[in-house]
């Protein structure tokens, strides 16, 4: 019999890969004692939309079974849960929208299916902001996700639901998509680590597209360490997807015990202009010296077009959106609506209650943007800013490795507090969305508290230099405390 | 419409929706092929599901740079898949991914013959990659359509050329090279009854000498050439009575009814359409180097234009039998290979006759033909060294088309063997004189068409089998004195 099998969940996940190894509890053990976990506190957070209890039973019970015969691959028995955009063989997977509320995918996203393979026991699908439209998981269809760290607050969007139970070890790590900072934004705000890796490092094959150009797959954790294991299951070439890059996959544990002696943080000076909460500013600064003290160099730099990133994402993102809803028709899979009298009523109605508030602003604005005699204004002129936002991030760093500063403006901030204004829920990814424009990786970090909420240092790297970015989160994260910090009621 | 209208100038552009004939499809690894009962050719990312994304098939890139090069274009180095907007049932995703701003193809010409004979340079302006959508059936299934999405992410290559073409005939002449192009290549089947080889034609008049154009209508549902000229020809007349009264005529998209055979309006919401093309962020750039061309261009055969003019070099065709031989590689294929054992122009001539008329007679494709070139090629040296005459060798012909066995064979079972032993005809020609002592005298006074009567008298007596040149020559001689 194993140890302690009540105090499993506070465990990470390389501490549990280690556990699994070692044979000091078992597969089944571990995917019992977070179920009832699940079971015990997940009505409040609203973390989950589907929970996988049969299929993780029979994946753990099958771990178990591989490790007996001595073929157990990296992640045997390790619990996981998908961010409900990933598509899941046999499982519901709604994108958190109800256009999709009866759709079972008939396949694995290349994301699920590598971690499948490397042995991960599949808990839940996640809540998310409908189709990852959102920055605060308050438009899914089924209901908010409450921030562990205070109920009244959001978990941040759109993979609010990943974010809160791993904040919550309810599970010790879960995927999520990154399209503007969906990633690191609810990492930020519950206080775990959110990698969103360069655009093209991981498979979007059975990724449900929002923005095509933007979205990238990546992971929510608790500790850099975990975030590296994770990345290299499943980073790599996937031929599947045209726009993954076939690029060796480097050994991202390994990298991390560099030293942080004679790293070049860059220190963006727009950071700090305005609109940053000063708690936040303040716990980013005490961040710096820590990596200062330690012998990282800290570099003044610019970033001129960062006010543009905002406003570029808000044509570019709902452009490929209004074009990626489209199949999203009643006509072969999802929501339709009852009784249509011709097939114009079968694509409104479906659609119209098929969608909620958001997304259809989204595809309003995207169709808008991509009209005749809009194109050239908006599209075109978003696409060329782009590309000057790229070139800023490629000047940036013939000077630095890294780029560090805030993840999100301010801490979690109250549900429904930002709902009827869009635009400053827009503006809460201002820190993050350069990075999907640029395309480059880039990680939130805990780093300590505002008003008793966590902030996330965001640290961006150049295209494929996740090991980099790893390196230095790890490197910080063993001079710190703050991703071991737990929520009250779910130590 | 096939007399030149004097007042007015017809200016015609095709868009031929063709077919790529590859295995599987254009993004997806489902089957191309036809027939199969309804959407199960369909895989995932034809079907639009959440998630998938569409990987382009090489192979459609190396046929479309084959057809590029064949019509003499400029290949573009870095071409770009783009998204076509519209919803429809048939049409999974809500767009259509096509080539818009920068297609692969672009720039080259095609050589036709026109209405008298001359040769003519159409433009063809661009052919870009992209696939088809699927197919709607509202037949059958009371008030319901069905959908069948087995043609959906069918590769396609649109050929769209410049607005070069004057008339119905020339707009079909172009069809038809560009089919019989396409078939040489090995890029598309060019079937039109499945579908695979259809057109659109974007028509307009002019007053003759005017150089601005007249507002055009565009012909949909093109496919047949026989539709193509007949729906070009009723538009030519109702834009000209048009007008001749007085009337404008409309930019707009027309349907050809060919049970009803005139074009009709399609309704105007369909016009409406903004398609908001975008570049495809799910796709990358194709992009073509020099090396990849010359590869292709490596694999090129030879084509029909410089066919022709080889067979008519090398084996001295006239060139409407060159042009007709050359219109698909296995007919000129069958005829090289019968050239080499036999003389070419007879071979040409039975080819293009006898033969041509046995398989039409049996709707067989000359790929289907049953008798070997080598087999035809038998008779013909019978022909050429005299063993047999041309009307008897059409009998043998026959013969051996219904299988009785080669040339040589059926000369020996049926003794058909050509009389050509001077002693022997002169015997015959004797024995006629003798028999038509009449006839005789009248022809040595004068009366020249006796003679006729006599090489048949002669031909009767010998079966068929003498030599009509050499009974002729032999009559004459013994008549003269």
């Known amino acids: ?491 | 419409m096939s007399a030149r209208d004097p007042a007015w100038e017809p200016v015609i552009g095709l868009e031929i929706h063709m077919q790529i004939a590859t295995v599987s499809k254009i993004f997806s690894g489902a089957p191309t092929a036809y027939g199969a009962e309804p959407n199960t050719q369909a895989s995932l990312i034809d079907l639009g599901y959440p998630g998938v994304l569409p990987v382009l098939n090489a192979e459609v890139v190396r046929m479309a740079c084959k057809f590029g090069l064949a019509v003499n274009a400029v290949i573009a180095p870095h071409s770009v898949f783009a998204r076509k907007n519209y919803f429809y049932p048939d049409l999974p995703k809500g767009y259509q991914i096509s080539q818009y701003e920068l297609p692969i193809v672009s720039g080259g010409e095609l050589r036709i013959l026109d209405e008298e004979g001359r040769e003519r340079i159409i433009g063809i302006t661009r052919a870009h990659l992209e696939e088809d959508a699927g197919k709607s059936l509202h037949a059958g299934f009371d008030k319901f359509t069905r959908i069948d999405l087995n043609r959906a992410g069918t590769p396609l290559l649109e050929i769209v050329s410049d607005p070069d073409l004057r008339s119905a005939k020339e707009a079909v002449a172009y069809m038809r090279k560009i089919h019989t192009l396409v078939r040489y290549l090995g890029i598309s089947d060019g079937n039109m009854q499945e579908g695979s080889f259809r057109c659109d034609a974007n028509v307009s008049i002019r007053p003759r000498g005017q150089q601005k154009l007249g507002t055009r209508t565009e012909l949909k549902n093109l496919n047949s050439f026989r539709f193509v000229e007949k729906a070009i020809n009723y538009e030519i007349e109702r834009q000209k009575e048009v007008l001749e009264d007085g009337g404008s005529v409309v930019q707009e998209t027309r349907l050809y009814d060919s049970d009803l055979d005139e074009t009709r309006p399609m309704r105007s919401k369909e016009e409406a359409n903004d398609y908001r093309y975008f570049p495809d962020p799910d796709l990358l750039p194709v992009v073509i180097d020099e090396q990849f061309i010359r590869s292709v261009r490596e694999t090129l055969s030879e084509l029909p234009d410089a066919k022709r003019e080889r067979l008519v070099a090398q084996y001295g065709l006239r060139q409407v039998d060159a042009e007709i031989l050359t219109m698909s590689r296995p007919l000129a294929d069958y005829f090289e290979a019968t050239a080499s054992e036999s003389d070419p122009r007879l071979a040409a001539n039975w080819i293009l006759g006898d033969l041509s008329a046995a398989l039409n007679r049996e709707g067989l494709d000359i790929d289907d033909c049953r008798m070997t070139p080598a087999a035809l090629a038998g008779l013909l040296v019978r022909i050429a060294d005299n063993s047999i005459s041309g009307k008897i060798a059409k009998d043998v012909f026959e013969a051996m088309w219904a299988g009785e066995g080669s040339a040589a064979d059926i000369i020996e079972a049926r003794g058909l063997r050509q009389i050509t032993d001077s002693l022997a005809i002169e015997a015959a020609v004797d024995a006629v004189i003798a028999a038509h002592p009449a006839q005789a005298a009248e022809f040595r006074a004068g009366k020249d068409k006796l003679l006729g009567f006599l090489v048949g008298q002669v031909m009767k007596d010998t079966k068929g089998k003498a030599n009509p040149a050499e009974v002729n020559r032999v009559l004459k001689e013994r008549l003269k004195s």
């Open chain 1, 1 to 491: 019999m194993s140890e302690d099998a009540g105090a499993l969940h506070v465990l990470t996940l390389t501490e549990l890969v280690r556990g699994l190894r070692e044979g000091r509890f078992s597969a089944r053990e571990l995917t019992e004692t977070l179920l009832g976990r699940i079971g015990a506190l997940n009505e409040l957070l609203n973390a989950f939309i589907t929970i996988t209890e049969d299929q993780a039973y029979a994946e753990a019970e099958a771990a178990d079974r591989a490790r007996a015969s001595g073929n157990a691959p990296l992640l045997n028995g390790v619990p996981i849960v998908h961010k409900d955009l990933f598509c899941t063989r046999g499982v519901l997977t709604t994108c958190g929208s109800r256009m999709l509320g009866n759709f079972v995918s008939p396949y694995d996203a290349t994301v699920v299916e590598r971690l499948k393979k490397a042995g991960a026991v599949t808990l839940a699908k996640t809540n998310m902001d409908e189709f990852a439209m959102g920055s605060s998981n308050e438009t899914s269809w089924f209901g908010p996700v409450t921030n562990p760290w205070n109920h009244d607050r959001s978990p941040g969007g759109s993979s609010g639901g990943s974010a809160a139970a791993v904040a919550a070890r309810l599970v010790p790590a879960a995927t999520g998509t990154d399209t503007g900072g969906s990633i690191r934004q609810p990492a930020a705000l519950t206080g775990t680590v959110g990698l969103k890796p360069t655009y093209g490092r991981v498979s979007r094959y059975g990724m449900v597209a929002f923005a095509s150009s933007l979205d990238q797959a990546g992971v929510i954790t608790r500790s850099a360490e975990d975030a590296a294991t994770l990345l290299g299951v499943i980073a790599g070439f996937d031929e599947r997807d045209s726009t993954s890059v076939d690029q060796p996959v480097p050994d991202y544990v390994a990298e991390l015990a560099r030293p942080l002696k004679g790293v070049k943080i860059g220190i963006v000076r727009q950071h700090f202009d305005e609109g940053l909460d000063s708690q936040c500013a303040a716990r980013i600064r005490e961040a710096l010296d820590v990596m200062e003290s330690e012998g990282a160099r800290l570099v003044e730099i610019d970033l001129p077009t960062l006010a543009l990133s905002v406003p570029t994402y808000y044509v570019v993102a709902p452009a490929e959106c209004s074009s990626n809803m489209s199949r999203f028709d009643g006509v072969r899979f999802g929501h339709r609506a009852d009784n249509p009298t011709d097939l114009l009523d079968l694509f409104c109605r479906s659609r119209g209650e098929g969608f909620g508030a958001e997304v259809k602003r989204r595809i309003m604005t995207g169709t808008y943007v991509l009209s005749a005699g809009y194109y050239d204004a908006y599209y075109l002129k978003a696409q060329k800013v782009r590309q000057l936002i790229v070139k800023d991030f490629r000047n940036a760093f013939r000077d630095v490795d890294v780029i560090a500063g805030p993840t999100a403006p301010t801490p979690a901030f109250a549900l429904g507090e930002k709902t009827d204004d869009p635009i400053t829920m827009y503006l809460n990814d201002i820190y993050t969305i350069g990075a999907n424009l640029a395309g480059t990786p880039a990680i939130s970090v805990p780093c300590g508290f505002a008003q008793n909420l966590p902030v996330g240092l965001h640290l961006v790297g150049p295209h494929f230099a996740e090991d980099r970015l790893l390196n230095v989160a790890h490197q910080y994260q063993m001079l710190t405390d703050w991703h071991r910090a737990c929520p009250e009621g779910y130590e």
